[in-house]
């Protein structure tokens, strides 16, 4: 069970709307939280890791989650992660901290970075409440920031009363199998990446094995335009931040259909086909750069909650493609 004092630090970085979304929040905040909290110290999950990532730091209790003081007298759980699985962009995820989440708690993290001196850290991750694009990315003389995913959240009940699009009696859904939707998402992320070289910063394609989840929920679905297949659109059900409800898997169309108004009509359309209570959201990670699939997602009736956010202490590197703001 976590003490009062973490679940109060947790709250604290959380959305803002996580109490008005949902009533059972303490509950579903404390389930989230916990995996992550039992591995402080946990040895036996740090050595797997440890074995699965095969760089040169033995002691597997540096692998594990920490509980770090912070010369402020605060504290903060964290631990060692890797972009994309990439060994050469390490950081530090901060999991929980009674810091404040603002200017003057971001810099007291700076802290834990020197615990993981073993890993070479690039820079810290932390999840702020709100939108922290542009002029509100928390900033100062001690460290630079820059948002790395927006949390883009909104209740499914009212994404249901959206006025439709234009688009949405053109749009279908059709139930995918997971192999050959997961080749027609590799297909869609190649061509796409022809223009945006950047693409596997903002997300991967969907594996089969991932699709299979989707489909086992009968939420994995070939998008369907005028008679023709047009991409493929999955979720699942995934309770996270505190909110229940679904995350959107994947969500691809193919050249011909982008730009073209028919994301926002998927959404509807996908939102329809939810098995949702009372209080469960649709929510996903975007990255600030995805500016179609961010304006799909507000038109949607979804909104920015929360953002991973990049925090790079002066005397470290940060990040690299993150361009940071000071």
Not at 42 to 66: E, F, I, K, M, S
Not at 101 to 130: K, M, N, Q, T
Not at 152 to 172: E, I, L, W
Request: glycine letters at 8%; aromatic letters at 8%; proline letters at 7%.
């Amino acid at each position: 069970m976590i003490d009062e004092e973490v679940l109060t630090a947790f709250k604290a970085w959380s959305p803002e709307q996580l109490a008005s979304w949902s009533p059972t929040w303490r509950e579903e905040l404390t389930r989230w939280a916990a995996p992550s909290l039992a591995l402080i110290g946990d040895t036996t999950w740090g050595g797997a890791v440890r074995d699965a990532v095969q760089l040169p730091v033995a002691d597997p209790l540096l692998w594990a989650n920490h509980r770090i003081s912070l010369r402020s007298g605060g504290w903060a759980i964290a631990g060692i992660r890797f972009r994309g699985r990439d060994i050469k962009k390490p950081f530090v995820d901060i999991i929980a901290t009674s810091a404040t989440p603002d200017y003057s708690g971001i810099a007291e993290l700076g802290d834990v970075l020197a615990h993981f001196e073993a890993f070479a850290p690039l820079c810290l991750r932390v999840h702020l409440p709100g939108d922290a694009r542009g002029a509100a990315a928390p900033a100062g003389p001690s460290f630079a920031s820059v948002p790395d995913q927006l949390v883009v959240a909104g209740p499914v009940a009212q994404m249901t009363k959206q006025a439709r699009s234009p688009r949405f009696d053109s749009v279908q859904l059709a139930r995918a199998v997971p192999a050959d939707a997961a080749a027609r998402v590799r297909e869609i992320y190649d061509e796409v990446r022809h223009s945006k070289p950047r693409l596997d910063e903002w997300a991967t394609p969907s594996s089969s094995d991932s699709l299979a989840d989707a489909d086992e929920e009968a939420l994995l679905f070939d998008i369907v335009v005028e008679g023709r297949i047009a991409g493929v659109v999955a979720a699942t059900r995934d309770n996270a931040y505190g909110f229940t409800g679904f995350t959107v898997e994947e969500i691809a169309l193919d050249s011909a259909h982008r730009r073209r108004g028919y994301g926002l009509a998927v959404l509807q359309h996908l939102a329809q086909r939810l098995p949702a209570d009372a209080y469960d959201v649709l929510w996903g990670h975007i990255h600030p750069d995805n500016a179609p699939s961010l304006r799909n997602a507000l038109a949607s009736g979804r909104t920015v909650v929360s953002s991973l956010v990049w925090a790079t202490p002066d005397g470290y590197p940060g990040m690299p493609g993150a361009q940071a703001v000071r």
